[in-house]
């Protein structure tokens, strides 16, 4: 099997730059009433939800996800399963965890999330959406779509992004993902799933750009 790249191509850089700053929204953090991780193949989500419950941010936890192709392997009991496995590991009590072990998609993490919560009796005003860094944006926009009512603020582990690409260990898997996730930004909204999102022409062309270069593989059909 061939080696995975992990160093990020300078004639790539500036393309790729664009969209990782695009996709995080910044937010400013403070104390909500739930951290909900999204699941996904990259386990610092479980780690950097972990840190903010310690920090004080929110007293309950839910990791949401069962499994998508490319997860099936590193997590084979389920990404919300491991996550959950992985916080406790790092000393956060049992009890302030829920699993939602079900979802497959932004959509249903954001909806079974809400569902699991109610069936518990928390009434969430507030939620911290904790996901990828490329995951922001998509998941900001489709949490106001099907949950208008609560207070959204996103995080991620602040990782600058050749940091993030060395931790993945495959910058390609990487790029792929923000051009995927660029695309759903408007594809999502056109369909309904999310609410609208600005495109600078900036991304417009980095994005572009990246498809050129053949970075296809997370592109909808």
Not at 2 to 25: C, F, G, I, N
Not at 89 to 98: K, N, R, V
Not at 117 to 137: D, E, N, W
Not at 208 to 217: D, F, K, Q, V, W
């Amino acid at each position: 099997m061939p080696e995975r790249a992990t160093t990020l191509s300078e004639h790539l850089r500036a393309e790729v730059q664009t969209l990782w700053d695009y996709h995080d929204l910044h937010h400013e953090l403070r104390p909500t009433d739930v951290g909900i991780g999204l699941g996904s193949h990259d386990l610092g989500v479980a780690t950097h939800t972990a840190k903010l419950y310690q920090q004080g941010y929110f007293p309950k936890i839910v990791f949401t996800g069962a499994n998508a192709p490319t997860t099936v392997e590193r997590f084979p009991r389920g990404e919300a399963v491991h996550y959950r496995e992985h916080a406790l590991q790092l000393g956060i009590p049992d009890g302030a965890i829920l699993v939602e072990p079900t979802a497959r998609n932004t959509g249903d993490n954001i909806a079974r999330s809400r569902e699991l919560l109610k069936a518990q009796g928390i009434q969430a005003r507030s939620v911290t959406l904790i996901s990828r860094p490329y995951q922001q944006r998509r998941a900001y926009a489709t949490c106001k779509k099907l949950w208008p009512e609560v207070e959204v603020l996103c995080a991620s582990q602040p990782l600058p992004l050749d940091e993030y690409i060395q931790g993945i260990g495959d910058v390609d898997r990487v790029i792929s993902m923000l051009v995927g996730d660029t695309q759903r930004i408007s594809v999502y909204a056109q369909q309904g799933f999310a609410i609208p999102q600005d495109v600078p022409k900036k991304v417009e062309r980095a994005f572009e750009s990246l498809i050129a270069h053949g970075y296809t593989a997370r592109l909808l059909t």
